[in-house]
Structures are given as C-alpha cells and as structure tokens.
C-alpha cells in the first residue's frame, strides 16, 4: 500500500531552530540540530493519565521552565495543546487505515495537520501571542537572540507512554527530509498551507516580527559598543587634541591615556575584540557589566571630555558609569585645577574656578559635568574675544594699582583714596581716605563707554550713602597710592610718600597696624607671602621686611636706576628697573644671581612665573620679553604693543598673558608661543597703568579714573558654580 508522504517532513526551518546566542551573523549556520520529543517537553507523566491531566502536567512544566506566575496565561496555552493534542490522538486511527489512499480529498484533510490548527480556539491567538513575548527571557541581558525551550527532565520510559502515540507519527521514515520537531510543527505552519489561512498566524508574525526587532536592536548596540571600544583605543587613547564642536577650546585632559600605559589598553582591547563566550570578532561584551564600580569610574576618567561625552551615548549602562558625578569630577579637576609649584604658594589673582572648597580640597557634591562646560565656553570667549564690559566709577585720579579675590576688588589712585568693590553687585563698599581727601559730588565726569557695557553704576561721591562709606582710619597715606598686594590676613599699600602701611584685614573694617619707613623715594610696587614682605623704590633699592614685626631684614642693591616692579617666588625674587634690566635674587644670600637684559630702554612691569622657570618682562621697548630662569636666555618677545608696557600678569596655568600698555589697549596673548589673539583698545579713555585676570576676568585700571572689567563668564550658564566659598 503508497503511503502518503509525510507534510512533517518538508516543513523549512525557521530562525528559531537557531542558537542565536551562538551565531548571530546574516548568513546561515554551519548546521542544525534536530530536537527530538524527550528534549522538547517534560516526561513525569503517567502512561494512564487522561488528556486534561496529561495537559496540566505540561502546564506544571511550562511555568516552571519560563518562571511564568500568571495562571491564567498557563491555562489559555493548556487549552490551546489541548486542542491540539486532542486533535492528534482522535485522528491516530484515521492515519493508519488502509483505506486512506481511497479517501475524498475532504477526508484526507481532516486528518491532516491542517485540521489540527482549525481546530485551534481563535480566541487564544492574543493570550498565545502575548505568552510567546513574556516567555522568552534574554538568556543574558548582553547575548543576542532570545529564544524559547522547555527544559527536558529526567523519567521512565513508562510514563512516556503518551506521548509516543504522538512521536510515532512524526518518526515514520519518509522518501526524503528529515523528521520534524513536535515542538516547532505546534508553533510553526505547515509550508503547504497559506499562512493567512491558518487561525493566530497573524498575531505570531507580529509577534515574530517584534521579536526581530529586539533582535537587530541589540546587535546595533552591540556593534556600537564594538566600534566605540576599538575607537577609544586607536583615538581618545591618544596625545592627540580633540576639540569641541561648539566652542572650539580643547577638550584633551591635561594627563591624557599614552601607548606606554600597554596595561589599561591591553585590558580595553581584550574587552573590545571578546564575545560572550569569549570568542574574538563576534559579539561585544560590555566591559561595564563586568567591571566593579569603583574600576569603571576610574577607566572613564582617564578619558578627556569629549570621548566622555560619546561614551554617554553607547548605551544605558555606559551613560550611568560615563555620567556618574565622580567621573565628571575627576576629569573637571584634572584639566582645571592649578598646581603648586613652588612654598609658600603665591598669592592667588582673582577666583581658581573649580567650585566650592572645604578644608582646602574642593567640596563633593557638585556638579562638575556643568561646571565643566561652564569653563569651557568661558575658555571659548577668551579665544574669541567676546567680554562684557563692567565700568567701576568712584575715583576722581588715575588707578594706579589693583588686585582682586571672587568677592571684592581692592583699587589704589592718585587721589589718595583707596577704595572696596564688591564684585557681586559692582557698587563701591568702602572707601578708605584721609579726612582731606574726601570726594566731591558729581565725580569724577561721565566718560564714553563702550557698547559692550553691561553694568556702570554712577558713582555714589557726595551723596549721604558715599559719605557713609567713607571711613578716615587711624592712619592713611597722604600722597598718591602707587601699589598693593594683600592676602588673606594683611593688606599692604605703598605710596609716594616713601612708606608702606600693613592693615590688618580680618574684620569689616580695615585695620592700619604698623608703617614701614627706610626708602628715600617712593614706593613702585610691593609683594608678600608668609615670611616676608618686599618692596621697591625710586631710589633704586629693594628691602625685605620680616612680616611678623616689620623690621627690615635685608635691602638688595645691585639696579642703577627706579626699581619698577618685583615678584616672590619661594626664597627668590625678580625685580624690573628703569635701568633696562631685570634681575634674578636669592633672597637667603642677597645675592642677584642672573640678569635679563632689555634690548632698549627701561623696564616698567615683571613677572615669574609660578614654577619659577621664566621671566617676563616689559616696558619702554613697548615689547614683551620671555626669558629661561636658569639659562638668561631669551625665549621669545613677539608681544608688541604701540607704547610703553605699564603692566603685566601671567597667568600660566590656563596658559595667558595678560599685559597693558599706554597705547590704551590691552592685550591677550598665548604663553607658550607669544601670539597675541585678543588686542581690546581703547576700552577707557586714556592709559592702562594696571592689569589683572584670573580664569573668567581681566581687571584693568587707567589714568581716567575707571576700574574696566572684561567679563568673559557674563551670563555664562553654569558660571556661578565655580565661584569658591566666601
């Protein structure tokens, strides 16, 4: 008798008779492997057991291998095996009759596998669907392909006893193929017959389709992951600067990864080149899942901020470790926090800009991720040349000197005055002055400003809140005040009556303490630090004063002209004289040790920088001149100005020089290579004879009478974070 071959036998195989998990790529696998009935479904049944028991049991297993708690879900896959299985075990004796090839068309087909899914309840094809999502868990949350398999237990071949009834039918050699899975014929249709013909089809394509979806979203991500693993290694792990698209400062860390750390990229390139099972150029596995916490925080940190801005965007779990405060943190206070080269520190200018501080280390708790693009895009206004200007009116002389912290500006004029501004709110504080030297109303004049002007309060000189801030101390100077420096503790003035006064600044209220007398000219200039106080004069010397009791230590000679400016630097100092040379002191011997020639004319303004290895210098050769410490060397003076360079301050750390000259411009030059890139001319009327910046600010001074202010973080957001606690 022909048989009728078995429709089982050419069903094609679907993407789910695949490991995913393993072999992930668009071409086939090497090979399948078959599945037969003891691998697909649990056999602890009894062999004498009814349907509705037999289905039950399979229910019992099918919760326990998906861990499904919802009973109503079981049941409605229950029910819908039951109808298949039913349907299965009604049409066994059809099959083998020997009237079988006699049969209608119709008759045959009711005991085919067609008959079996008609005889699906239509009204389980959504529970079924929604079943077949919730019970298919990923089998890790990094592998790729979630599928579906009851796991095989363990029993007697006696209590199979139903389900070889069913096996016997799908085992029947056949002409050609191989048998079929009971399993993938119950979830899969049959290729004979239109899939739209069959009940649920629809919703186990969609379901189908969904589950694709998850598929290829994975694999983007993991692809992503795999390609920002190999980029950090071939490019953020590099000395190579990466600027920012928006403001186009450098992003680098100052101590960026080096192909000598082979350790760290070792580590990062097995992680980028291994899979889940350890294979290389398959699968990414996210070196994040694996690492600890506290390694992680510090791999991220080692990368400058733009690579760390792309390592948010791989995924969530990379955009929790990249966006973590701590990371942030340490990338803020690598690129931005000064380092202290020399003891005692130097008196700091203006604010540092890394936030609030608590017990000199900067507080936790901050947040550094904003702070950090706050000073970037003040960075970014520096570069560009895009300050705001702040105009300061209440002297009625020329401002010859000046210094400023985060909270207040303190300014020194020829109008004998010496006045405090709060740098919050820009008004006149404090005004200390002998009682004859009190201003005058409607002083000094309204001058022209420039558009960039955002704040210019009218000057408060012989109003009743003017004459309230006026404070006559117990001792002032009576003569032009030509320099200041002051730190945290004292304040010390020096003035064209050839002495200095020491105020104690603690309080409110400034406090003169003890006059420094020894000089026979006036006083140009003035530095401290925690030992000793210097100063310099028109009479050609420099005296150390011991700070504590203000005796005179030692007095350095060694210039034959005015000694304009010095600057302290540990146990050495640097002096600028009128004689055209700038000299290197050691302050323990007295001795002067190098000089630094100007190549014409005097020297007005000096600076050292805060690791003590060059001199900057200017004055009447209206050029800025950059000397080796150790050598006398010239490095460069490529800073140029149209007249006679008044003023200098070098802010090493963020690389900037700032100097002031009275062609009435001030300019912004690189450190390292000299190139001025920000000239700001004629922002007062008349002579820069003073200027200072830190990292958001330049505070000038000028003959006019004005205190300038180029604000480089007005309305910058963010920018209130890096002010320092009061």
Known sequence: MHRRQSILSHRPKTSSDVDDDTYTSAAPPPHTMKRTISQTFPTHYQHDVKDTNMLDAVNEATMHADGLSQHSQASSFSRAFGAVAGSFTRQKTRRRMSSVSSATPAQRRRGSIHSLFESLPSSSTSQKSTMDQQRMPLQHQDSGIPTFQLQPQSTSSKAFAPFKRLSSMRRRPTASGPSTDITKTLFTPAVSYPSQSVPGAAARQAAAAANQDRQNQLRREQEHTHRFLNGLITTSMRDDDIKDNESGVDMTCASPIVRADSVTEKKMSELANTSHWGHANSVTVDPFQRLPAELATTVLSNLDAASLVRAERVSRSWNEHASSPHVWRNVFLRKHEPEVHVSPAPIQMGGLGTGKMAGGNPAPAQDWKQMFRARSTIDGRWKTGTPAAIYLNGHTDSVYCCQFDENKAITGSRDRTIRVWDLKTYKCIRVYGGPNHRPTANTPPPMEERPERVISHASLNGTKVGNEIYT???????????????????????????????????????????????????????????????????????????????????????????????????????????????????????????????????????????????????????????????????????????????????????????????????????????????????????????????????????????????????????????????
């Open 472 to 726: 006559v101390p117990a001792d002032y100077h009576d003569a032009s005040i030509l320099c200041l420096q002051y730190d945290s503790e004292i304040m010390v003035t020096g003035s064209s009556d050839y002495t200095c006064i020491v105020w104690d600044i603690t309080g409110d209220e400034y406090v003169p303490m003890y006059r420094l007398r020894g000089h026979e000219a006036g006083v140009l200039d003035v530095c401290l630090d925690d030992k000793y106080i210097i100063s310099c004069s028109k009479d050609a010397m420099i005296k150390v004063w011991d700070r504590k009791t203000g005796n005179c230590v030692r007095t350095l000679k060694g210039h034959r002209g005015p000694v304009n400016a010095v600057q302290l630097r540990g146990n050495f100092l640097v002096s600028a004289s009128g004689d055209g040379v700038a000299k290197l002191w050691n302050l323990e011997t007295g001795v002067s040790i190098k000089d630094f020639p100007s190549e014409d004319r005097g020297l007005a303004a000096v600076e050292f920088s805060d690791d003590a290895k060059y001199v900057l210098a200017g004055g009447n050769d209206h050029v800025v001149y950059k000397f080796d410490a150790s050598t006398g060397e010239l490095v460069h003076s490529r800073v140029k100005h149209d007249g006679l360079v008044r003023s200098l301050f070098l802010d090493a750390f963020n690389g900037r020089i700032v100097s002031g000259s009275y062609d009435q411009s001030i300019q912004v030059s690189d450190y390292e290579t000299g190139q001025t890139y920000a000239v700001y001319k004629n922002w007062t009327t008349s002579w820069i004879l003073s200027a200072k910046s830190d990292y958001r600010r330049v505070v000038a001074t000028s003959q006019d009478g004005r205190t300038l202010i180029l604000d480089f973080g007005h309305n910058v957001p963010g920018s209130e974070l890096l002010a320092g606690s009061k």
